[in-house]
């Protein structure tokens, strides 16, 4: 399960953020993910809970963002809105897209003790 990993790295991040700022408690996570991330919110915070358990933060809240996706359509030659990957302009239907965000994963912010 991918959203394991995920978690795992997120908990990596967020113990060197608590050496280098030197908190001792992480209440709340805010992410931040695209559609096009392939991340299952549902399994992403059954994982946070399992990962967090015996750390720094053991509790915390995880919070997600849904970003939307875009891509850029040559016909067109706009940006445009994307549900997911491989779908055709809304515009013009063309399948000339190319994807310019929506796959991204990144923690935003925190709120620590
Ligand atoms: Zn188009």
Do not use: H
Not at 48 to 69: H, M, N, Q, Y
Request: charged share 20%.
């Amino acid at each position: 399960m991918q959203e394991l990993s995920i978690c795992e790295s997120i908990v990596g991040v967020i113990e060197q953020q608590a050496v280098a700022q030197s908190f001792k408690k992480v209440n709340m996570v805010r992410l931040e993910i695209g559609p096009l991330a392939g991340v299952e919110i549902e399994a992403l915070n059954f994982s946070f809970d399992v990962v967090t358990r015996g750390s720094i933060a053991d509790g915390a809240k995880l919070e997600v963002i849904a970003l939307p996706a875009s891509g850029w359509c040559a016909p067109c030659a706009m940006s445009v809105p994307v549900k997911q990957r491989f779908d055709p302009c809304p515009t013009c239907g063309s399948y000339q897209l190319q994807i310019t965000g929506g796959d991204e994963l990144r923690i935003k912010d925190m709120e620590v003790d």
